[in-house]
Structures are given as C-alpha cells and as structure tokens.
C-alpha cells in the first residue's frame, strides 16, 4: 500500500472510530429527562365517572441505578356527559353550577422505580408506536386536594409507566396503568398523555426551553 492510500485509510478508520464513539457518549448518558402533558377520561363505570383529567408529568430516568423517578399533578373533573346523565332540578340545573362537576386535583409520586425493556405489557396504542421505549413500575403516592387520597387508607397502590414512540418521535407517548385501592378512583384503563419536551445535554431542567417558548424563540 502506498503512503497516499494508507493515509486515506487512516482518515477513513478515525472518522468510523469516532462516530462509534460518539454514539455510545449519546446512549450511556446517565440521566434521562422527560416532561409531558396528560389529557384523558377514566371509564363511564365502575368509579362514579366518567372523570375528565387534565395534567402535567415530569420523569428521571438514571441509567446507572436502573431507577426513575416519576411525578405528575392532575386536575380532575365531570365532564359535561356525566352532566347530561345527572341533571339537577328544573330550575338550577348541574350544568350551571360548577361545583357539581366535584373538581379536585391529585399530585402522583414514585421514586426509585425500576425500569425495564419489555414493551409487551404496555398498553396497545393505535396508531402502534414502533420505537424502542421503556417501562416504570413500582409503589405510588397519591394525593387528593394535598392529603393523603381517601383510597390511601385501604393499602398500597402500584404504578406502571410506559413511555413509547416512533420512527420520527422515538419517544411520543406515556400510560399510566394503576393497581391496587387507586383503581376505585381512576379505573384500570391507562390513562394517556404525551411526551411534550426532552431536553439535551445542556438542558436538563428544561428551563431554557419553556423560556424559549415564552420569549418566542
């Protein structure tokens, strides 16, 4: 080999080593942040619902412990079919009183979750998500108006957490799967919201996005 050729080839082998490189720096970064938006309805049965929930979550992920934490805030109320089913008297009907809408909040938290792989115990989306994501699970705090949620005094509550993606968005959506005493209130359906923002390296509180999203930029 001349020296023309085998300086070329040396290029060629660096270029390839430090693209291989970067790529494992991008897929052992130690922590995984996301925030996203909940947006769902519990079943018409079975928990005085249908309930309309509204809310906002925030997940980390520490690739090293093989944990994550994870919490959201959720404002929950009837919706204007639960309205129509349970109608008030003639002349002050539920619709016009906000109060009978039973609005409340719950502040959901799991610390030290453990994360796993195996996407096939997730809630089936559709359309289907294709991308690799990942799953929390583990025991759940539950607030109702900042005590303690009633359904708290009959045992523990589990939580599941699946976040999922596609082709263009590797990480797009989350469930939440509850067992245990929080189903009388939420159901056993997963409740579904989206991955709103995940920030990189430089941003990992999100902080400088959000303000960028004020501001404009």
């Known amino acids: 080999?001349?020296?023309?050729?085998?300086?070329?080839?040396?290029?060629?082998?660096?270029?390839?080593?430090?693209?291989?490189?970067?790529?494992?720096?991008?897929?052992?970064?130690?922590?995984?942040?996301?925030?996203?938006?909940?947006n769902d309805y519990t079943p018409a049965?079975?928990?005085?619902?249908?309930?309309?929930?509204?809310?906002?979550?925030?997940l980390d992920l520490n690739s090293d412990s093989g944990k994550a934490d994870f919490s959201?805030?959720?404002?929950?109320?009837?919706?204007?079919?639960w309205i129509a089913a349970n109608p008030g008297t003639p002349t002050s009907p539920n619709i016009d009183n906000p109060v009978s809408r039973n609005p409340h909040t719950h502040?959901?938290?799991m610390t030290e979750a453990l994360v796993t792989y195996?996407?096939?115990?997730?809630p089936a989306n559709s359309p289907a998500t294709t991308s690799?994501?990942?799953v929390l699970t583990g025991p759940?705090?539950?607030t109702g108006n900042g005590n303690p949620a009633p359904f708290e005094a009959k045992g523990p509550s589990t939580l599941q957490v699946c976040i999922t993606g596609g082709a263009q968005v590797p990480f797009s959506n989350v469930s939440l799967v509850l067992t245990g005493p929080?189903?009388?209130?939420?159901?056993?359906?997963?409740i579904n919201g989206v991955v709103r923002f995940v920030p990189d390296d430089h941003d990992h509180d999100g902080d400088r996005h959000d303000d960028d999203e004020h501001h404009g930029h």
Request: net charge neutral.
């Open 1 to 38: 080999m001349n020296s023309k050729a085998f300086s070329v080839a040396v290029r060629v082998i660096a270029v390839a080593v430090l693209a291989l490189g970067t790529g494992a720096i991008a897929h052992t970064q130690k922590h995984t942040k996301l925030h996203g938006l909940i």
């Open 45 to 58: 049965t079975g928990v005085s619902g249908p309930w309309e929930m509204h809310g906002a979550w925030s």
């Open 72 to 81: 959201a805030v959720m404002t929950m109320e009837h919706p204007d079919s």
């Open 182 to 190: 929080a189903t009388g209130h939420f159901g056993t359906h997963a």
């Open 107 to 109: 502040h959901i938290t």
């Open 140 to 142: 759940v705090s539950i």
């Open 118 to 122: 195996d996407l096939t115990v997730c």
């Open 132 to 134: 690799a994501g990942f």
